[in-house]
C-alpha cells in the first residue's frame, strides 16, 4: 500500500543508500522496533526510511496513529529526530529552514503565520540566523544536485547561498557553476593566463600569491602559500596577487580583509585582487576606496570547460591607479574612489 507522505516528515532529508540498506538488514534480522508514525488522514509524519527498509527486508511495518495539532506535530519530529540523526552544521541549517516555512496545515502560502520562526527553528537546531537564512536562499533556488551537496557535507550552506547570490539566483546559471566545480574535481579557479600577463606587466614580478594551488604553482611569483601554508596566518609583503579560494571553504572576506590590513599597514606595496563581483557584500565593501576592474562578460577560469556564471572584479590597491586603468580598461570598465567632499565651515 502506497502512503501519502505529510509535508512536516519531508523536513528532514531520506537516507542514502548504504545507510537505508544497513537499516533493512537491522530490520530483517531484529524485526521493526519502532512503529512508523500516520497523521489521523493517513499520512507518513514519520519513519518514511522505516517504511522503506521494510520493503527492502519484506517485513510488514506497524502503524500507530499521531493526532496532535501541526504545531504538536512539528515538535514531534524534531524532538524525534534530533536524537536519531548526526547531521552537519549545513544540514541542520536547511532542516531549520524548512521549518520555519511551515504554516498551519501544510507550507507557506504567503498568508497565514509561519508555525516556527526563523530564530525559533535555528535555535531548535543549533545553528546561527544567518544559516537558516542562507539555507532559505538554497531550498528556494539551487538545483537538487547541490542541495544534495549541501546535505551531504560536501559543500557549506553559505558558500552554496554565496554561489547562488552571485548567480542572481538563476537556477540554470547555479548549476553550470556547480557543475564546473565538481567536473573539475577542484576547489580552485586558476587565474586566466591573460588577466596575469596584465598583473605581471604593472608590477614587473609579483613578489607573493598567498592563496596559491597545490602541486606546480598556476601563478609565477616569488613566493606562495598553498591551502597547506596556512597563507592567512602568514605575513605578507610586496607585491601581491591574490585569487582566494570561494566556495566549500568559505567566504573570500577573510582574505580581503587580510589583504586590506596588510596594504594598510604598508607591507603589501600593491595589490591586485581577483573576486566575484558582489557588490552589496561586507568584504566588498572594504574595498571601497579602491580602483576596480569589473571585466566584460564571464571568465574562462584555467582548463575549466566553460565559463564561470558570475561577474568578475578586479581590485587594485596601489598608488598606480592611472596606469592600472590603462591597462585593464581592455578587460572591462574601469572605477575610482571619489571621496565625499568635505563640509563647508
Known amino acids: 500500500m502506497e502512503h501519502v507522505v505529510s509535508p512536516i516528515a519531508e523536513i528532514y532529508p531520506l537516507m542514502g543508500t548504504p545507510e537505508l540498506t544497513e537499516l533493512a538488514d537491522s530490520i530483517r534480522r531484529n524485526g521493526l522496533r519502532e512503529p512508523v508514525v500516520l497523521r489521523p488522514d493517513g499520512a507518513v509524519l514519520d519513519g518514511r526510511n522505516r517504511l522503506r527498509a521494510c520493503a527492502i527486508a519484506e517485513v510488514e511495518p506497524r502503524f500507530v496513529e499521531f493526532a496532535g495539532t501541526d504545531r504538536e506535530a512539528l515538535e514531534f519530529v524534531v524532538d ?4 536519531r540523526r548526526h547531521l552537519s552544521e549545513s544540514a541542520r541549517a536547511l532542516v531549520a529552514a524548512r521549518l520555519a516555512t511551515f504554516t ?12 516556527l520562526t526563523q530564530r525559533d527553528a535555528a535555535e531548535r537546531l543549533g545553528v546561527s540566523e544567518r544559516s537558516v537564512r542562507d539555507g532559505k536562499v538554497v531550498i528556494d533556488h539551487a538545483p537538487a544536485e547541490l ?15 554565496e554561489l547562488i547570490r552571485a548567480a542572481g539566483k538563476d537556477k540554470i546559471l547555479v548549476a553550470e557553476y556547480h557543475r564546473l566545480r565538481r567536473a573539475s574535481g577542484s576547489t ?10 596584465l598583473v605581471t606587466e604593472l608590477f614587473g614580478a609579483i613578489d607573493l600569491d598567498p592563496a596559491s594551488n597545490e602541486g606546480e604553482p598556476w601563478v609565477t611569483a616569488r613566493t606562495y602559500y598553498t591551502k597547506a601554508d596556512d597563507g592567512l596566518s602568514r605575513e605578507w609583503s610586496g607585491r601581491v596577487f591574490l585569487n582566494p579560494p570561494w566556495d566549500s571553504q568559505g567566504s573570500p572576506g577573510p582574505w580581503v580583509a587580510k589583504l586590506v590590513d596588510e596594504y594598510t599597514t604598508g607591507r603589501v606595496s600593491e595589490a591586485i585582487c581577483l573576486l566575484p563581483a558582489r557588490v552589496n557584500t561586507a568584504w566588498m565593501d572594504r574595498l571601497a576606496p579602491y580602483a576596480r576592474c569589473f571585466v566584460r562578460g564571464r571568465l574562462r577560469f584555467g582548463d575549466a570547460t566553460g565559463d564561470a556564471p558570475f561577474a568578475v572584479v578586479l581590485v587594485y ?14 578587460l572591462g570598465s574601469c572605477y575610482g574612489h571619489l571621496p565625499p567632499s568635505s563640509s563647508a565651515q
Not at 524525534?80 to 536524537?83: P, Q, R, V
Not at 580552485?188 to 600577463?197: D, F, R, S
Not at 590597491?317 to 581592455?330: K, M, S
Request: glycine share 10%; aromatic share 8%; net charge negative.
Open 80 to 83: 524525534t529526530n534530533s536524537h
Open 104 to 115: 498551519h496545515g501544510g507550507r507557506r502560502d504567503g498568508g497565514n503565520p509561519a508555525l
Open 147 to 161: 542541495v544534495d551537496d549541501v546535505q551531504r557535507g560536501l559543500i557549506a550552506v553559505r558558500a552554496a547561498a
Open 188 to 197: 580552485e579557479w586558476y587565474t586566466p593566463p591573460h588577466v596575469l600577463n
Open 317 to 330: 590597491l596601489g598608488d598606480r591607479v592611472q596606469e592600472f586603468v590603462d591597462l585593464f580598461d581592455a
